[in-house]
C-alpha cells in the first residue's frame, strides 16, 4: 500500500473530509509550481475549519427548534408594504442583543410574524447566540406539567438561560391562571437578561382576555415591552395568496 493511500485512509480515520476531497487538487497545484507546499498545507486547512464552523452553525440553528428553515432574503417584503424594511434589516444586524431588547410582531394570521421572528432567530443561531423556538401553547404545557412535578425552578432556568427566546402564537387560545402565572413568572426571570421575540394575532389592549385579566397581563406586556420594538404588521396574509391564486387559476382553465 502506497504513503499516498495510507494518507488517505488517515485523513479518512480523522474525519478531515474536506483535506482529502481536495488532496489531489492541491498535489497537483504543489506539483506544478502554482503554489508552495506551505501555502497548500494553509488553504486545506482553512477548508476543514471552514466546513468545521459551518457544521457547528448547522448544529445551533437545528437545536433552536425552528418550524422551519427561512432566512430574510426569503421574505416578500413587496407583499406586505407595511413593514419597513430598514428596520427590520437593523434588527437582522442583531444589535438589539446588546441592551437585552424584545421583538415583537403584532399582526393577522398569515402576515409573515412567524417568518420574520425565525429570520432573526436563525441569524441569532448562526451567530452562536443560544436561540431557541416554541409555541406559546407548547410553552404553556410544558411549564405546566413541570408545575405538577416540582421541577418548575428547573424548568424555568432552562428557558430563562437562552439568549433569545422565540415564543410563537401568543392569542390563539387563552390560558388559565395557573398558565398566565407561569409564563409572568418566565417573563419575568428573563427581564433585562436576555430577549424575548414575540409573535401575536392580538393587539395588547385584548391581551387581558388571552390572561384572564387586564392585572396579569398588563404585568407581563411591562416587562415586554419596556426595552423593545414592537412592528405591527398590516396586510393580506400569504397563505391566502396562494389559495387565492390557485382558484383563481383553476377558474380560468374551466
Known amino acids: 500500500m502506497s504513503n499516498y493511500v495510507k494518507l488517505l485512509n488517515n485523513l479518512e480515520e480523522l474525519g478531515l473530509h474536506n483535506i482529502k476531497n481536495n488532496l489531489d ?8 509550481g502554482e503554489k508552495s507546499m506551505t501555502d497548500a498545507l494553509y488553504e486545506l486547512s482553512n477548508l476543514e ?4 464552523e459551518e457544521r457547528a452553525i448547522l448544529g445551533c440553528v437545528r437545536v433552536a427548534n425552528f418550524p422551519f428553515i427561512k432566512g430574510i432574503e ?17 434588527l437582522m444586524s442583531l444589535r438589539f442583543l446588546e441592551g437585552n431588547e424584545n421583538i415583537l410582531f ?3 394570521p398569515g402576515v409573515g410574524k412567524t417568518h420574520l421572528a425565525t429570520a432573526i432567530g436563525i441569524e441569532c443561531a448562526k451567530r452562536r447566540y443560544s436561540t431557541y423556538f416554541i409555541h406559546f401553547q407548547e410553552l404553556i404545557a ?14 424555568l432556568k432552562h428557558f430563562s438561560k437562552y439568549k433569545v427566546l422565540i415564543i410563537d402564537e401568543i392569542g ?3 390560558i388559565d391562571n395557573d398558565g ?20 401575536t394575532n392580538v393587539v395588547f389592549s385584548e391581551w387581558g382576555e388571552i390572561f384572564g385579566g387586564a392585572t396579569i397581563a398588563n404585568a407581563i406586556l411591562d416587562r415586554l415591552l419596556h426595552h423593545s420594538y414592537v412592528i405591527f404588521i398590516k396586510g393580506p396574509s400569504y397563505r391566502l395568496q396562494s389559495k387565492t391564486a390557485y382558484f383563481s387559476n383553476t377558474n380560468q382553465q374551466s
Open 74 to 90: 426569503d421574505f416578500d417584503f413587496s407583499f406586505q408594504p407595511s413593514i419597513n424594511k430598514q428596520q427590520i434589516m437593523d
Open 180 to 199: 398566565a402565572n407561569l409564563f409572568f413568572q418566565l417573563i419575568s426571570s428573563r427581564y433585562e437578561k436576555s430577549s424575548t421575540i414575540i409573535t
Open 106 to 108: 403584532v399582526g393577522t
Open 172 to 174: 390563539y387560545l387563552p
Open 142 to 155: 410544558q411549564l405546566k406539567k413541570v408545575l405538577l412535578e416540582n421541577r418548575l425552578e428547573y424548568r
Open 25 to 32: 487538487k492541491y498535489l497537483d497545484l504543489v506539483a506544478s
Open 49 to 52: 475549519i471552514k466546513a468545521k
